[in-house]
């Protein structure tokens, strides 16, 4: 017999094939067959054995297998018999959060159209806003901010779709210009969630021909709760290039062609039969209808854009055959398509089920032919969604439109995606000619037509009917049936087995009952059982002539179990629960020797290599992860050791991918690959090539050696992007259900991916838990509540593989069993047939010994903000509790629970590799009601065998996880010990128990102690709030660890001083020498009242001490000897010198214009041109002693008079006062040009370095000086001014929350239990001030430092302090819109304990960023009003003010810093002037104080430097005036020098504040953790005790300078000519000017028209006069107006000074034409054509920056311009523009038009020139007259001719008679 005719029946009967199966008898009771040898005798099977073995021979070849390579492979996949340990019991639900989506619209750019009214809409999904409406431009300017809000689970933010697009606003209507699309996932895909300053481009969806439609630029943001946003200084935008600037993810092209993007829908298969609508239920049960009441079509929705396809009536297996096409450009900013199948239904339709597809998972977007454009199928996707109950109403039906984890299998849809790029236009292009010759054919079984043939054809007709170009060219869904190719081919169906074996089913709640309870095991419809289909069915399989037939359910079903002898049966035996022993809340199957088998068959395609290279991909990820672990680990114990796990890893990695890239190219022959299976496996191979090349990198580490967490870092990018890869999109074999049924009702499930139990001959590609028990905790469908929600613990061992593996199934299971089939009795089919179990005779005795010693960072459940914890350890059949620690979060039980004689089935061996997993629960007891669930954790025991010797097990942490929460870690570990039959008292000792028989953890596993001194900085407690309704007046500090602790003094009146009497305190306690087994630290505040009662106030638990941890110093006396060396050192001064000066430049030249140059100082003399100094600097011309004046200012002068002659004297007048905002505007234009300079030499952008001094930034170049020089060249154009440092955030993360000298602890109140509590601010009662210093007890018992606590030293003395505070606010932007009309009314509250100022009479109307300018004074009290609060509220006409957002400022930690936060340094020392020394103090008295408290030697100051310590520092010290002055000598600036780089100096450390603006996030209490705007300021601190300071610095904002500008209109040249005569068909136009400046349209102005021109000539000689504010530092002009007739106030809005002017035909009768426009920025526009023959368009496309001028410099331009009409040239103007201020303009005014004063001369314009309506004989004379002159003087002369004929002819015959009768 050959083997290949046995084939196919063997793989039908090959279940057991592999065991010893004897032909059953039919009368036989019962089978019990042993399994001795897995393969058994091969009488029978050996045909089998022949087929399988020849199967994996040519496995062999095209599989690759090969030793080389499974050795590589081996580490990948060790041999197990149980999953690996989960400790996280439910994977991360979907959880609703909240997200703010903030946009800016801020100016568009070339919008297509002429003379338009632009406005901007933003949609997203219902919500709509707008923008103000912008008159007659085409590039509008907004700077308009708008925030949406949304809440939901991240997946469907993600899938929203912000539409922006800009309108042509109209009376009635508006007209769409251009929209732009993008979704929100790539918005938060991007770096900071943010585009920021991007233009997007916008088309029209109607018309895709036709290209962009203008460019709008804007920011957009998208921020969850917590996420940081960064902000982005914004670019000083002169000129931009917008094509390099889009709004595109990064590595898109800037160009994007459109594309098509198909779907096709071929068919689907399963669909549930079920017609939800309730109506057709009732038909059914009245009917008894058995048609499939299910009436299906697919919804497919892509970038906002939705097609679906017809209904297919009655039908659960429907074909459709249609494709709906969309269009949008490539690549796509829309990232996921959506495909829903809904039933229609009578009353309304109902989703079945929905399906995502991710494009990135199908495409690749690298260059070259690397990339491939998205592909898919056409292949199978499977749908998931709610069980699949015959119930009227579906409670569930959420998970069928997306949202949560589908709970089954709801049918699978056979579909294509393809892509075609749109080459110029959309021209109709057959997708099927094009895509056929690269697509493999479709797999559909037969061509024939769908049933719903007519229907389709029908809406096809129509839909054609509409005329097909407008389809085509516009983005509207299309959808049409298509042809499937004629190369049709039956799709390969497998036979798949799916066996499983349940070893253990405990934990099942209590709730489901006490009724027999069977678990169903099913994949796809095979074995689910609600729907009919038996686990051996074959679903409707097709047979060869196409029909479909049913399966054999009757007599198939019998003849399978025949031949098997083992039945398919896809559910386990009804069982009923028993209880758990010592826990009541839980009941078990008790599944002892007996363990069910289910067994279940289904059909699916060939398409497991897409799973294969799944697993091995993951396979390799895990292994990265677990070994990055480990590192991880190792580092706590050696950076050597952990290096060198990372260094074998990498290697490991490289050699997998080499084999993964070899198995890749062997790919084997035959298989019915898609495009995208094989773009797939070149994808695999790139990527693996790229990433083990770079782990090749950094294993050899040619360049320099990398740092341990940077290949940390590089390896973890590794893992995610091969977890990226792993995601199979193309799915075959659907996942595996396992559901819980009681009494029929499907009570909880588990899913299981198909590919993890997965089986392949080659190890590393079977399913990570294929033939391995794994532990599944069934959960609820649908919504899960909150707390403890397993259902059941099962331990399932799965395997799926393809029949003809069959006789692999059993090869893992734990051995020593039996297989025990029932007989079937021969009364045939109505029993129902009872599954085989596996029987495990042997059992074995066991005890459990859980050893629960401490947890810590507990959830809190009660109201105090603790928990009273206790723990439920579950084992089998088995549940122990431990003893209740009330109030706290980090209980010590030091527990053992003991669970005796436990039987344990199977083999003993085995058992000890492989027990089963413990699980942990965690409850918080209540007095009243149920203990409350606060987290679990599993865990795997440690086992003896009775002839191991015994060692004892360690502690170690096991994560706690609630939920969604962390929860903590619990400290415990596990033993299980195997009781020896012969001695079953031999086991290790316990220690005794105490009284109420608790045993303690044995010592031998108890950590070892040793003593250690813990010392408490008591400090303050600060802004407690009320406790049971009663403030906390006598609070008191308890801190406690492991037992022992310390008490604070009592606070005699927290109102009148919050801080203790007592400062330090210590405590002796037994600590663990381990330090990561340290116990947690609490601190609790408890609040004394009346009759001695305390209440708990709140607490903190710190549950890592290593921070505390002070290393033992030295003796004092080993300082000293240090610094004499470093002293030695310096004083040979060969060697030392010029080392000294090179590392102290920097410092020296910390401006940018170092006055130290390559270490010499040049006195610099005084400059002759000094004199021409204007006087508005009085502080430079002041003659006063030379006394401080800096050879650096000198340099400065002499430098900025050379420049002022290069400037005009205009400029000067521009900017003649320099003021604090200078030095503001020049501090941030010094932040962009570092982050300019800074990314152009390819240094990383990284923000703390750019918010650093610049010159700092270049210190550690080895070319300094030649930075320096671009820097002084870069700089040069811009005043040489001080600079301040402007921080992107608050001044608190910059300086490490100034926790230098103590920390601040937060106490927390109330439940955690909960999501929405968890870190809620609500939480927060109050803070602790403090600190600790943990150390290991000196043996002698003393105090170190003669008697004074160690953790005293430096800090200051805890009295009260009365303080100055000057509170600086400058400015706040992107605040929350709180006025319905998206803006709000902005003011400042400042509060300080009890003071509060309002500045309710400043507020700044209409503004979402506003400049305050104010500064505040307030007198304070330390420690009493230590926290300031700035908040921003919203002013209201009616009604209460609302709070838009505030922040907080702890000013305490601050004062007392090591930093001197209290004023910070300025960059240069300047005497008065804008950059006065505000400080109370001078640099050198800071720096003589500063020595002192350090204990460092110093300041000497000697003639051109000064001495610190050991240091040096070197420079200008003498100073001179004028020249006739003495020199004056003066150590200020050094001072301040040395200051600058005071962390440089040993024993000091401590950087110090430089002068700065702080930018603060403001928050509102009602949206926690999102950002409502930003604050800039800054606080200055003045102690009373100390010299009083100057005045305040003077920030109130610029007044915006009045301005006039005088437009004279001479000329124009060639105009277009628009009208035509009618008489003569002559062109002329009535040409006349119109100019306005943007913002300011009511002052819009015309010159009078010049009627007739022939030549495209207009004379004019009109003045425009346009007065304007105009602020020259921002370059931005003021417009105060109000917006519309209701607004109470005028807004002030800031935009750029644009002027237009247009040209026109004047129409008598109709509306008049627009001809033309010019647009000029006032501050940078081209320069003027001599004439009009040299202007043309280039002027003004083609201007760059140095060709440009402006109007604020020039004061006076006359030239040609060129009009411009849709990127044509239509005219040419002859124009001067001068421009005065107010004052000038009041002095000399002129008139406008050509009035008076100054009046113009009328312009000389020909004759032709007038209005035909008003002079018609004018008129006649020159259109008629002049053009026929000669032929209306021949007709004259032929009409007196004629005349004179007619009346010869008249009197002619009259004239004869008379003749002849007179004769």
């Known amino acids: 017999m050959e083997p290949s005719t046995v084939a196919p029946q063997a793989h039908r009967k090959g279940l057991f094939a592999g065991i010893k199966l004897k032909k059953k008898k039919k009368g036989e009771k019962g089978l019990t067959i042993a399994n001795k040898d897995a393969l058994g005798d091969h009488d029978e099977s050996a045909n089998l054995h022949h087929d399988t073995l020849r199967r994996q021979e040519e496995g062999e070849e095209d599989l690759m297998t090969g030793d080389a390579l499974s050795n590589v492979f081996g580490s990948l996949s060790p041999k197990r018999k149980r999953a690996k340990l989960v400790t996280r019991i439910h994977e991360e639900e979907m959880k609703s959060q909240n997200y703010q989506i903030a946009i800016t619209i801020i100016e568009a750019r070339q919008l297509v159209g002429e003379n338009i009214d632009p406005v901007v809409i933003i949609e997203i ?61 790539t918005v938060y895909g991007q770096p900071g969630h943010q585009f920021c300053d991007k233009w997007a481009l916008l088309t029209d969806p109607a018309d895709i021909r036709t290209g962009a439609k203008g460019y709008l630029k804007c920011d957009i943001s998208v921020t969850g709760k917590g996420d940081a946003i960064q902000a982005t200084q914004k670019t000083a935008d002169t000129e931009e290039q917008i094509e390099k600037n889009l709004l595109i993810p990064k590595g898109f092209p800037s160009e994007r062609p459109w594309a098509r993007f198909y779907v096709r829908i071929y068919k689907a298969e399963g669909l549930p039969k079920i017609n939800s609508s309730i109506m057709a239920n009732v038909t059914k049960a009245f009917i008894g209808d058995s048609k499939d009441l299910v009436d299906p079509y697919v919804v497919v929705m892509f970038a906002g854009q939705m097609g679906r396809t017809t209904v297919q009536k009655n039908c659960a297996d429907p074909v459709w055959h249609e494709q709906i096409i969309f269009k949008e450009m490539f690549p796509p900013l829309c990232r996921r398509v959506k495909i829903q199948v809904w039933d229609e239904g009578s009353m309304n339709d109902v989703a079945l089920a929905t399906h995502f597809i991710d494009l990135k998972k199908i495409s690749n977007e690298q260059d070259g032919d690397k990339g491939f454009l998205p592909t898919f199928g056409p292949a199978w996707i499977n749908l998931y969604g709610s069980p699949r109950n015959h119930s009227l109403m579906d409670d569930y039906q959420e998970l069928n439109e997306g949202f949560g984890e589908g709970v089954s299998f709801r049918g699978r849809l056979f579909i294509e995606i393809a892509v075609e790029i749109l080459s110029g236009g959309a021209r109709e292009l057959k997708f099927s000619s094009i895509i056929k010759d690269i697509k493999l054919p479709s797999k559909d079984k037969e061509f024939k037509p769908p049933k719903g043939k007519d229907k389709t054809e029908k809406a096809g007709e129509d839909r054609k009917s509409a005329s097909p170009s407008d389809k085509t060219n516009s983005t509207e869904v299309e959808v049409e049936p298509f042809d499937v190719p004629s190369e049709i081919y039956e799709e390969k169906f497998e036979e798949f087995l799916l066996f499983g074996t349940f070893f253990e089913a405990t934990m099942i709640d209590r709730k489901v009952g006490d009724k027999p309870i069977t678990f169903e095991v099913s994949v796809g419809n095979f074995g689910n059982i609600t729907d009919g289909l038996s686990a051996g069915a074959g679903g409707k399989k097709k047979t060869c002539d196409g029909e479909a037939e049913e399966s054999l359910l009757h007599e198939g079903e019998d003849e399978i179990s025949h031949d098997l002898g083992v039945p398919l049966i896809s559910t386990t035996p009804p069982e009923k629960p028993l209880i758990t022993g010592g826990n009541r809340n839980y009941q078990y199957l008790p599944y002892d020797e007996r363990k069910p088998c289910i067994c279940v068959k289904s059909y699916w395609g060939d398409q497991t290599f897409r799973l294969y290279s799944s697993n091995t991909l993951e396979k390799m990820a895990d292994h990265l992860e677990e070994s990055l672990e480990q590192a991880k680990d190792l580092i706590k114990v050696s950076e050597i050791a952990s290096e060198e796990k990372m260094r074998m890893t990498l290697n490991d990695f490289i050699n997998q991918s080499r084999a993964f890239i070899t198995i890749a190219e062997k790919k084997p022959k035959g298989l019915n690959y898609t495009a995208l299976d094989k773009k797939r496996l070149m994808l695999f191979k790139q990527e693996l090539e790229t990433m083990s090349s770079d782990a090749k990198g950094i294993v050899q580490q040619q360049k320099k050696k990398m740092p341990l967490d940077e290949i940390m870092r590089e390896t973890q990018s590794f893992i995610d992007k091969i977890r990226f890869l792993v995601d199979e999109p193309q799915n075959t074999v659907p996942d595996v259900f396992i559901w819980m049924l009681s009494s029929n009702k499907r009570i909880a499930y588990a899913r299981i991916p198909a590919k993890n139990i997965l089986y392949s001959p080659e190890k590393e590609q079977r399913g990570k838990d294929c033939g391995k028990i794994k532990t599944h905790f069934l959960k609820l469908p649908g919504k899960r509540p909150l707390g403890w ?101 980090s209980p010590t039980w030091n527990q053992m629970l003991l669970f005796n004689s436990i039987v344990l089935h199977g083999d003993r061996e085995e058992i000890a590799q492989f027990p089963p997993e413990i699980v942990i629960e965690l409850y918080d007891d209540d007095a009243l009601g149920k203990a409350e669930y606060i987290g679990s954790t599993v865990a795997a025991p440690v086992v003896r065998l009775a002839d191991q010797n015994y060692d004892p097990p360690k502690l170690s942490y096991h994560p706690v996880y609630c939920g969604n929460l962390s929860g903590g870690d619990l400290l415990a570990t596990f033993e299980l010990l195997e009781i020896p039959e012969s001695d079953p008292d031999r086991l290790p000792p316990l220690d005794p128990p ?18 250690y001194r813990v010392e408490v900085l008591f400090w303050g407690v600060r802004e407690l709030k009320k406790v049971q309704l009663l403030s906390v007046d006598r609070p008191q500090v308890l801190i406690e ?7 604070s003094s009592v606070i005699q009146s927290y109102k009148k001083n919050p801080n203790f009497s007592g400062l330090a305190d210590w405590f002796e306690v037994e600590l663990p020498e381990n330090e990561l087994l340290h116990p947690p630290l609490s601190i609790c505040v ?13 607490t903190h638990t710190i549950n890592c001490l290593k921070q505390f941890l002070c290393k033992t110093q030295l003796g004092p006396q080993a300082t000293p000897n240090r610094l004499d060396i470093v002293e030695i050192e310096e004083a040979s001064p060969e060697s030392s010198q010029p080392a000294e000066l090179s590392q102290e430049e920097p410092f020296l030249g910390d401006h940018i214009y170092a006055e130290v140059e390559q270490g010499k100082c040049r006195v610099v003399e005084p400059d002759p041109n000094l004199t021409t100094l204007p006087a508005s600097e009085p502080e430079r011309s002041a003659s006063e002693p030379g006394k401080d004046r800096k050879q650096k200012d000198m340099k400065k002068l002499s430098r900025r008079s050379t420049k002022r002659r290069k400037r005009t004297i205009a400029e000067e007048s521009a900017e003649n006062v320099i003021d604090w905002w200078s030095k503001y505007y020049a501090s941030v234009l010094k932040i962009e040009k570092a982050k300019g300079i800074l990314s152009s030499e390819g240094k990383p952008e990284d923000n703390k370095q750019t918010s650093d001094h610049i010159a700092l930034i270049i210190e550690d170049d080895p070319d300094k000086k030649k930075k320096d020089k671009t820097l002084k060249r870069k700089q040069n154009d811009t005043p040489n001014l001080a600079t301040l440092q402007i921080y992107e955030g608050d001044l608190e993360s910059e300086f490490n929350n100034f926790e230098d000298w103590v920390k601040t602890f937060q106490l927390l109140r109330g439940k955690s239990n909960d999501e929405v509590h968890a870190d809620s601010e609500d939480r927060i009662i109050g803070k602790f001030k403090g600190s600790f210093c943990i150390y290991p007890s000196p043996e002698d018992g003393s105090l170190l430092d003669g008697g004074q606590p160690r953790i005293l030293q430096g800090i200051p003395p805890n009295h009260s302090v009365k303080v100055l505070i000057r509170v600086y606010i400058v400015a706040a932007f992107n605040l929350s819109p709180a006025d319905p009309d998206g803006k709000s009314d902005p003011y400042i509250v400042l509060r300080l304990g009890n003071t509060e100022i309002k500045d309710r009479e400043n507020y700044i109307p209409k503004q979402l960023n506003p400049v305050f300018g104010r500064s505040f004074e307030i007198q304070a009290t330390f420690p009493k009003d230590s926290l300031l609060t700035v908040l921003i509220y919203d002013h209201d006409f009616v009604g209460t003010d609302d709070l838009i957002g505030e922040t907080k400022i702890d000013l305490e930690n601050r004062f007392y810093s090591r930093h001197r936060a209290t004023c910070g340094l300025q960059s240069q020392y300047e005497i008065e002037g804008y950059n006065a020394w505000r400080d109370a103090t001078k640099p050198s008295e800071i720096l003589t104080k500063l020595c002192k408290d350090y204990r460092i030697s110093g300041p ?21 005036e004028d020249e006739n002055e003495e020199p004056v000598e003066s150590y200020e600036h050094l001072s301040l020098k040395v200051l600058q780089a005071w962390e440089e100096i040993p024993g000091a450390g401590y950087k110090l504040v430089p002068e700065h603006i702080e930018t603060r996030p403001l928050y509102h209490k009602d949206k926690p953790g999102m950002e409502q705007g930003r604050v800039q300021m800054w606080v200055d601190m003045f102690p009373k005790d100390m010299p009083l300071p100057g005045p305040p610095v003077d920030i109130s904002p610029r007044k915006p300078k009045g301005y006039e500008l005088r437009v004279i209109i001479w000329n124009t040249e060639d105009v277009i000519l628009e009208d035509e005569n009618i008489f003569t068909g002559q062109k002329s136009s009535d040409i006349y000017v119109k100019g306005w400046i943007k913002g300011l349209e009511e002052d819009k102005q015309e010159t009078d028209v010049h009627y007739n021109s022939l030549t495209g000539e207009g004379n004019f000689n009109w003045r425009f006069v346009f007065p304007f504010c105009y602020l020259p530092a921002e370059k931005q002009m003021v417009v105060s107006k109000r917006e519309n007739i209701f607004s109470l106030e005028k807004t002030e809005r800031k935009i750029p000074a644009e002027l237009v002017l247009q040209v026109w035909d004047f129409e008598r009768l109709s509306s008049d034409d627009f001809l033309g426009t010019l647009e000029l920025n006032l501050n940078g526009f081209p320069r003027a054509a001599k004439t009009a023959k040299s202007c043309d368009l280039s002027m003004v496309v083609a201007a760059t920056d140095e060709k440009k001028i402006s ?25 001067e523009f001068h421009l005065v201020t107010a004052e000038e303009a009041e002095k000399n005014p002129v008139g406008k038009a050509r009035k008076e004063p100054e009046p113009l001369e009328k312009p000389n314009r020909p004759d032709t020139s007038f209005s035909w309506f008003v002079n018609p004989f004018k008129c006649l004379y020159h259109l008629i007259w002049r053009n026929y002159k000669k032929y209306i003087i021949i007709g004259i002369i032929l009409l007196i001719l004629v005349v004179f004929l007619v009346l010869f002819i008249y009197t002619l015959p009259g004239a004869i008679s008379h003749r002849i009768v007179v004769g």
């Open 789 to 889: 929600t397993v259902q059941a613990k099962v331990d399932i061992y799965l395997w799926l593989g393809p029949a003809s593996f069959a006789h692999n199934i059993m090869e893992n299971l734990p051995i020593g069993y039996e297989t025990e089939i029932p007989s079937n009795t021969s009364s045939g089919h109505s029993m129902v047939p009872s599954p085989a179990c596996l029987l495990y005779k042997t059992l074995h005795f066991f005890q459990l010994r859980a050893h629960m010693y401490q947890a810590r960072g507990l959830i809190a459940a009660d109201s105090t903000g603790l928990s009273d914890p206790f723990a439920k350890v579950t084992f089998t059949s088995r549940c122990q509790t431990t003893k209740i620690i009330s109030q706290t979060l």
């Open 994 to 1011: 105490d009284i109420g028989q608790i045993y303690p953890v044995p010592a031998n596993i108890r950590p070892v102690l040793s003593k």
């Open 125 to 185: 999904g219902d919500e709509k806003k707008q923008t103000t409406v912008k008159e007659g431009t085409n590039a509008p300017f907004y700077n308009e901010y708008f925030v949406f809000d949304f809440v939901g689970p991240q997946v469907f933010l993600f899938d929203k779709i912000i539409n922006i697009s800009v309108m042509h606003n109209k009376l009635i209507g508006s007209v769409l210009i251009g929209s732009f699309k993008v979704d929100l996932g």
């Open 1041 to 1047: 660890c492991a037992g022992k602790g310390v008490k």
């Open 1500 to 1520: 000497f100051m000697r003639p051109g430097e000064i001495k610190v310590g050991t240091k040096v520092f070197k420079g200008q010290t003498v100073f001179t």
């Open 1751 to 1775: 109007i604020f410099q020039q004061k006076r331009v006359r030239g040609w311009w060129p009009f411009i009409k849709a990127g044509e040239l239509t005219g040419k103007v002859e124009a």
């Open 1086 to 1098: 408890v609040d004394w009242r009346a009759f001695g009662r305390s209440t708990l106030v709140g």
